[in-house]
């Protein structure tokens, strides 16, 4: 089954690739989201159009401004102690949404930003390095790391992320013309990776009768999630959702 794009969405995605200068370069971001090389060309020639020294962060959607009071109570330890909250921001991109998290979080955390571009981690790490950026807690750290996400298993231990952000991943995924295997995927190596306690947060323009219908589907056979959303708000005519995924044995 297709996944519906909101017209003013495609139009924001087309407007985004016509800013790569040339119009073939519309339909490869639209039908091959899900590939590796189209996201090396996309930041290669985004960042192209800017100077070395006016680095500007990209965001889908929105920024970690919009979502912050979202993020910020789910950043909690099982122990509630001093020990890191371990955060995933999954297909990073050059956003600024994982150092928002690591600069704004008054608890330790430890931030690992992840994408499948090595274009837009390299991107980041430098930015992050002639950038000094002071969390509010000495404790935290943040990191970038080039990883397809539909191996998070080979990476990271089972059940050690206590949240998991998707700000847009999932849905280039389930709009790329090969890409909805790979969202289901990585669906079930979220789930394998998070926490008992934890949260796998999506950011969506996806309506709700689509989205909870499809991770409800995806979450059946393992019985191993409870779902809820609710609305971020609407943002250039496009409404936006947060969905919750957490572990059935989370604690209540």
């Keep these: ?8 969405r495609c139009q924001l995605m087309i407007g985004v690739a016509r800013r790569w200068h040339q119009t073939s ?3 490869e971001l639209i039908e091959n989201m899900d590939k590796k090389a189209t996201w090396d060309r996309f930041y290669l020639e985004t960042n192209g159009q800017q100077s070395t020294n006016k680095f500007k962060n990209f965001e889908w959607f929105f920024g970690f401004d919009s979502v912050q009071d979202i993020i910020l109570p789910l950043l909690k330890h099982p122990t509630d102690s001093n020990t890191p909250v371990h955060v995933l921001d999954m297909g990073c991109g050059t956003s600024a949404l994982g150092p928002g998290i690591y600069r704004h979080s008054p608890k330790p955390v430890e931030v690992t930003c992840v994408d499948i571009s090595p274009v837009a981690v390299k991107l980041m790490q430098e930015h992050t390095k002639s950038t000094v950026v ?3 807690s000495p404790l935290s750290s943040l990191a970038f790391l080039e990883l ?5 298993k080979e990476h990271f231990k089972p059940q050690s992320l206590d949240l998991i952000v998707d700000k847009g ?3 280039a995924l389930l709009r790329s013309r090969d890409g909805r295997f790979k969202a289901e ?5 979220c789930l394998g990776v998070l926490r008992g306690t934890g949260s796998l947060i999506q950011f969506s323009d996806e309506d709700p009768d689509a989205r909870v219908l499809w991770l ?14 609710q609305e971020v708000g609407v943002l250039r005519g496009v409404c936006y959702y947060c969905y919750q995924i957490t572990p059935n044995n989370a604690t209540k």
């Excluded at 397809?148 to 998070?152: E, I, M, S, T």
């Excluded at 995927?185 to 190596?189: F, G, K, M, P, T």
């Design 1 to 8: 089954m297709l996944r519906r794009i909101h017209p003013r």
């Design 134 to 136: 002071k969390p509010k």
């Design 169 to 171: 991943t999932t849905d």
């Design 185 to 189: 995927q990585i669906l079930r190596q």
């Design 148 to 152: 397809d996400c539909a191996r998070l």
């Design 216 to 229: 409800e589907k995806e979450t059946l056979s393992t019985g191993a999630a409870n779902i809820g959303f």
């Design 25 to 27: 370069l519309t339909t």
